[in-house]
């Protein structure tokens, strides 16, 4: 299974942009990359997720670089709620996400 | 709109006990996953249900673990014979279609049964 590599922690200044990177140089054409959150206590929930082309939702942006091999996860504006650990997952077709260790989000007030 | 619900939150056992863990999915959901996480680690898939059906259990331990998701009811996790090992957060997921193979398919996620072992 193709795998990520995302920074162990990063932080953001509250109301400021964040863009957390995730690698992911053994990406298939055909994976999705799909990213979640874990807020404390709580269940992973899911944020975006993208093939080749940029993604907008409300919660975030998706930037996919032209070759595939790395994206950002975009807030544009980070608050409290967002402190959280973010996961990039490649999905290959299959219901088996691999979970890494992700990057936890620190934000300060 | 309930979202996944997992019930223990929280469960206590002895070493040797029995933890039933129960999920119901999100209403028109039909498909149920079960992943779990240790402490510090990120999740790790344990096994795929449809309804009556196991579909893929290979992160299952061979050994003391069994799900179930019946016609009616919820999803049910089984621990036998728990050890301290087993201590994790175990997480429930639905999703309202079989995964379609485009690699597109989101969970929902309940927010996890905490399953201590002493």
């Known amino acids: 299974d193709a795998k990520t590599t995302q920074p162990n922690s990063m932080e953001s200044n509250e109301e400021e942009p964040v863009h957390l990177p995730c690698n992911h140089s053994?990406?298939?054409?055909?994976?999705?990359i799909h990213w979640y959150r874990q807020l404390p206590s709580q269940g992973p929930e899911y944020v975006i997720h993208?093939?080749?082309s940029n993604v907008n939702n409300r919660m975030a942006s998706l930037a996919i670089a032209e070759d595939r091999k790395s994206s950002t996860l975009i807030l544009h504006r980070a608050t409290l709620r967002d402190a959280a650990v973010y996961y990039c997952?490649?999905?290959?077709?299959?219901?088996?996400?691999?979970f890494g260790t992700g990057t936890r989000l620190k934000v300060l007030a | 709109n309930a979202g996944v619900m997992q019930n223990p939150r929280h469960l206590v056992r002895r070493r040797g006990q029995e933890a039933r863990l129960r999920c119901s999915p999100m209403?028109?959901?039909?498909?149920v996953y079960w992943y779990r996480q240790l402490p510090e680690e990120g999740l790790k898939f344990m096994v795929y249900?449809?309804?009556?059906?196991?579909?893929?259990e290979s992160g299952m331990p061979k050994e003391r673990f069994s799900a179930e998701f019946p016609k009616e009811g919820p999803s049910i996790l089984r621990i036998q014979q728990v050890v301290r090992g087993d201590s994790a957060a175990y997480f429930c997921?639905?999703?309202?279609?079989?995964?379609?193979?485009?690699?597109?398919?989101?969970?929902?996620f309940g927010a996890g049964s905490r399953l201590t072992v002493l």
């Open positions: 209403k028109g959901h039909s498909h």
């Open positions: 997952i490649l999905n290959t077709g299959t219901y088996k996400y691999i």
């Open positions: 997921a639905s999703s309202p279609q079989p995964n379609d193979g485009t690699g597109a398919n989101v969970l929902t």
């Open positions: 993208g093939l080749t």
């Open positions: 053994t990406i298939s054409g055909t994976d999705y």
């Open positions: 249900l449809q309804k009556e059906n196991i579909i893929d």
